[in-house]
């Protein structure tokens, strides 16, 4: 049990709907790294589209003297359990009394901001959205209504903490955020340090993978946002050219069986390794050759910089976080999203060109070695949560000198 000095608790609520992928992997870092803190910390949570992992961490948490609620909340918009979810927050909110609730994900910022008002004490509530709903849709009257929803929101909001800086500037140029009245700081996700890929050949022999095949590989859920449709198509072509090369998809989800349908209709279910949830990520890893992230959007994704640090050369898609975290031909290779063709052109040139994944392979390494360590990244989630405290007022009623602008934890 840790014993805190009551003069400098700070009472800490955090909320999740998105128990899965890179929210959860995020959530389960910031909490590890925040133990030992001034901090009380609650967790609200939902089942509801939670992953293996999360369910297995809970316990974990519950050791580390963190206390778990669950309310359910699903992620489309449903008003009536919405409003019902609200409601179980607020009392959660009245009976906890927390100096600060920080919200992750949008539908978790929906929820909690009404909760947060319905409780009506005197908090800060923080919004993390983890990759706006208008970043995501194509559909300009979805993106406008969205934008618009989180504009009336932001009223709610004492401060956002963003995960990048094209985040931010989504939200600038969306007027979520106001520069010089609006509190908000970017601290980009930071992953724990994957061992090098020192024992290639140990763990190709422990996957049955022979040392002559070519490996691409991808860590991520199966979900429309990471775009592994593309990723098959374009192994697809690169498999055609080359008979010794090998698909990895590690993780689990929605879109796993039409995966796996179209490997089949492709013929292919030889050549690509469907190996579930991603319970063994470094020997995975350590057993690639080169690691593909094609994703529509993204946050800032913690798969693609665990694979930098495990020394990969790296292919993203060039879109929002991606292309903060991956300099074009200095550090890995960017293609454009949704388009299977120039990914194919890149897969086959990482596998044709030895000198080239050297350099990337080097230069991710440097990359990983110059980012903040996790202690370091949690640090300054406290030294951000004291900062929110002395918050004066809701945005648009600061004092002077309490605005910030974008602050960065690390420049890429």
């Known amino acids: 049990m840790r014993i805190h000095d009551p003069a400098r608790t700070t009472r800490l609520i955090l909320v999740l709907e998105a128990t899965t992928g890179g929210t959860r992997r995020h959530i389960e870092l910031l909490l590890e790294g925040l133990i030992g803190k001034h901090f009380e910390i609650t967790l609200v949570y939902s089942l509801e589209r939670a992953d293996h992992r999360f369910r297995q961490v809970l316990d974990n948490f519950r050791k580390l003297d963190i206390k778990t609620i669950e309310i359910p909340m699903c992620r489309d918009l449903t008003p009536f359990k919405d409003l019902r979810a609200a409601l179980r927050l607020s009392a959660v909110i009245r009976r906890t009394k927390p100096h600060i609730i920080h919200l992750h994900s949008s539908k978790a910022g929906l929820i909690g901001r009404l909760g ?17 709903a208008f970043q995501r849709h194509p559909h300009r009257v979805v993106d406008h209504c969205s934008a618009l929803a989180e504009r009336v929101l932001a009223r709610m909001t004492d401060s956002f903490l963003f995960v990048s800086e094209s985040e931010y500037l989504h939200a600038s140029r969306n007027s979520v955020v106001v520069p010089g009245r609006s509190h908000y700081k970017v601290l980009y996700n930071e992953a724990p340090p994957c061992r090098p890929r020192c024992n290639r050949a140990k763990w190709r022999r422990h996957w049955g993978i022979e040392e002559h095949q070519f490996v691409f590989g991808c860590v991520a859920n199966f979900r429309t946002q990471k775009g592994h449709r593309y990723l098959i198509d374009a192994f697809a072509s690169v498999a055609k050219r080359d008979s010794d090369t090998l698909l990895v998809l590690v993780g689990t989800g929605p879109k796993l069986r039409s995966c796996r349908d179209q490997a089949t209709r492709l013929g292919l279910l030889e050549r690509i390794l469907f190996v579930g949830e991603g319970k063994c990520v470094d020997s995975w890893l350590g057993a690639m050759d080169a690691f593909v992230l094609p994703s529509l959007w993204e946050g800032f994704s913690y798969s693609l910089l665990e694979a930098m640090g495990a020394g990969l050369p790296v292919i993203a898609t060039s879109v929002d976080g991606n292309s903060e975290a991956v300099s074009h031909q200095h550090n890995g290779l960017l293609v454009d999203p949704a388009d299977a063709r120039p990914l194919a ?11 080239l994944r050297q350099r990337l392979t080097r ?29 004066n007022a809701r945005s648009g009623r600061f004092r002077a000198h309490e605005v910030r602008d974008v602050v960065t934890n690390r420049r890429l």
């Open 116 to 132: 947060a008002v319905v409780a009506g004490q005197m908090h800060k509530v923080v919004y993390s959205p983890h990759g706006f």
């Open 345 to 355: 052109l890149t897969m086959l040139r990482i596998l044709q060109d030895s000198q």
């Open 363 to 391: 230069q991710a390494l440097k990359t990983a070695a110059s980012r903040s360590t996790l202690d370091q990244w949690a640090s300054d989630y406290s030294d951000y949560y004291d900062q929110v405290g002395k918050i």
